[in-house]
Structure formats: structure tokens, C-alpha cells
């Protein structure tokens, strides 16, 4: 509390200096946009069309991939898998890309396929809020709902795929190398040359799949 407290007061000391530096300008000008909540309100969906129109254009798997690279590089966020560069856990003299689960809104697996009160009413909220979104972008709310099930569904087809919390300790489980070729024959619709170049992630030749 202490920690966010100090923080929150820097941020605002930044946002209202007087004449600040390149670098407190910069700081306190982001800091102000995130808490103008009438400019935002005002903009609504505006400044996410552009990204929604990309995505609006795909026709094909290597589009859903080109994409999904995209939204990683851009920092939009992790749809369908996880990837990035980290030390090799068995050698962490070399950087090597690695490529993980993903592409779930909800906290891990279990909240997708337990059936227990708080996991339902934990999903029933999640699809409440996927409709809310549906409709601020423009749709009927038949529409939304539609749009949002659809949602449900592939994140829970993908939750079934992934390891559980106990497995995702494991780090036997999660340490899996391969050859970049060779991933890309195993995943057969993904090749993964061309997804590390979307990711602007270049010279590897092998990569760790940690699921």
C-alpha cells in the first residue's frame, strides 16, 4: 500500500509539473491519458477500430498467425498462445525463444471447467462482461451474446488443452526443445519460422515449447 501510494504520488506530481523534462513529460502525460476518464469515455471504441479492422481482414489460418503476432509485438496481448525470448533454463548462457499456453481471459484452466458455485458464477460473470463489450463495440444485444458465447467457447476449448497449475510446476513438464523445423512439423498449420520473423524475432533455430 505504501509502495502504490508513493508511486501514485509521483505520477501525479509528474502529470502537473510546471516544466518538466523530456522523460517526467513523457511519464506524466501517459499517466494523465489512463485517468482522463471523460476523453476516454468521449473516444470510445475509436482507437481500438483500427486493430479490430486488422483482425475483421483475416481469411485464413497464416492470417490468424500473422496476426496473433502482431497483437504480441504491439503488446495488444497473448490470443491463442504465449511466446517470447528468456534464458534457456538448461543453458542460461543463451537466449532461446519460448512458446507457452495461452489465449485464455480467465486466471488458469480450472475456472473454465469446474462446475463448483464460485467457478459457474465466476463464468457467468465473464460472459456477462464478453456481452458488455460486444455491445459498447455496436451490436444488438442478441448479437452480443452471440458474439460472446462464441468467445466462451473457443477459450474453453483451449483451457482444456492446457496444463493445470500442478503440471505448470513442473519443470520437467514445461521444458520441451525442439528445432524450429521441427516444431512446425509437429504443429502441422503453424510454421513457426514464419511466426518468429512476424515477431520480429530472428536467427533462432530452436525454441521451447513450455506445455
Known sequence: LENSTRLSS??????????????????????YSGMDSNAIEKKGADPVKPMLNEINEVKNVKDILHEIATMRVNGYGSAGFRIGVSADRKNVTQYIPSAGQGGTN?????????NDARSVKIRDGYRQNLQTLFSLLGDDAATAKAKGDVVMKMETILAKAQYARVEMRDPYKTYNKYSVKGLSTITHNINWSDVLADMKIMGADSIVVNN
Open 106 to 114: 480467465l486466471p488458469d484452466r480450472d475456472y473454465y471447467l469446474k
Open 10 to 31: 509521483l505520477l501525479e506530481e509528474a502529470s502537473h509539473a510546471a516544466n518538466p523534462d523530456r522523460t517526467t513529460q513523457i511519464i506524466g502525460d501517459f499517466y
